[in-house]
């Protein structure tokens, strides 16, 4: 059969050939550790299809090829630290690139076509079955971390300029943001009690280990750099914003399917408008209250 097909044609099926191998055992790796029988079923279909795929593709290179191990640990890992879902979908965000390889093929191969619809209609499909439960509480982590952004940039950008010492900046800083740890999940929780839903407390872990971590993150350059090297510390302090904003955007734009750019720059904006603003402060404030640490 590939005697009919051009060499090029030949280089994506053999590439095609092998992504459908190492996905779908992906797929069967995944649905042992997965939670929920259904999510589990789901995996294991998705797997079967990409097999079927594998298979078809074989008849026309006639090679069996052997699955990329490292491709599919790296896979593996991803599922077990960030969840199933978002794996799965970034593996599958992987495949839509390859529009451009489908519409070639599809000129010396037709059966490219089929599993093309098939690859966007039921696997598509499929994927928004699976059910993860971290997935259900991204609007609390969201919560959590959205509002530490915002409040402690603000507070230790304002605490860099009026306290000049790293130290200092740090304790503050910690003080406030236990405390705010704390006043976030307790508010979550209420929140959620007064919704009627059973998951309040779960819903205020969430929120408040988001809070937390951040916070963490955020004091850290101060406690690593010397007490004169306050400065230092803010532009990493702020450097930890944006690299937070970023990740976490990408993992809610992979998982949920959403825009990166809009939420990306929008949580930018605010995070790093109200440091600036908070530094001023806490310049006049120094200045009129006539404080010199």
Same mark, same amino acid.
């Given at each position: 059969?590939?005697?009919?097909l051009?060499?090029?044609?030949? $280089? ?18 995944? /649905?042992?550790?997965? #939670?929920?029988?259904?999510? $589990?079923?789901?995996? #294991? ?15 026309y ?14 896979? $593996? ?11 799965? #979908? ?26 093309? /619809? ?35 940039t ?31 999940a ?28 951040t916070v ?19 532009f ?22 959403? #825009? ?14 109200? /440091? ?9 404030? $120094?200045?009129?209250l006539?404080?010199?640490?």
């Amino acid at each position: 059969m590939t005697i009919n097909l051009s060499e090029k044609a030949l $280089k994506i099926i053999r590439k095609m050939q092998q992504n459908e191998l190492n996905e779908s055992i992906i797929y069967e790796e995944i /649905a042992k550790f997965a #939670k929920g029988e259904e999510n $589990k079923e789901t995996l #294991k279909r998705l797997a079967s299809e990409e097999k079927a795929h594998y298979e078809i593709w074989k008849k026309y290179t006639g090679l069996e090829l052997k699955p990329q191990r490292c491709k599919i640990f790296r896979y $593996k890992m991803i599922a077990r630290i960030l969840g199933f879902t978002f794996a799965v #979908k970034l593996m599958e965000n992987g495949e839509e690139n390859a529009q451009k390889e489908y519409d070639l093929l599809a000129k010396e191969v037709e059966e490219s076509v089929e599993i093309r /619809a098939q690859e966007e209609e039921h696997e598509a499909a499929l994927l928004e079955m699976l059910d993860e439960e971290s997935l259900k509480y991204v609007g609390s982590m969201v919560l959590g971390m959205n509002d530490a952004l915002v409040e402690l940039t603000g507070s230790l950008a304002g605490f860099t300029f009026a306290l000049a010492d790293t130290r200092l900046i740090a304790l503050s800083g910690l003080i406030m943001g236990i405390s705010a740890t704390f006043s976030m999940a307790s508010s979550e929780f209420l929140a959620a009690k007064s919704e009627g839903r059973n998951d309040a407390f779960k819903s205020c872990c969430y929120t408040g280990i988001a809070y937390l971590v951040t916070v963490a993150l955020l004091i850290l350059p101060y406690l690593l750099f010397g007490n004169e090297y306050y400065m230092y510390a803010l532009f990493v302090m702020l450097g930890i914003v944006v690299l937070i904003i970023a990740g976490f955007t990408y993992y809610i734009s992979v998982a949920k399917g959403e #825009k990166f750019k809009p939420r990306f720059w929008e949580m930018t904006l605010i995070s790093i408008g109200v /440091a600036v603003l908070s530094f001023v402060v806490g310049i006049i404030a $120094k200045k009129f209250l006539g404080v010199d640490l």
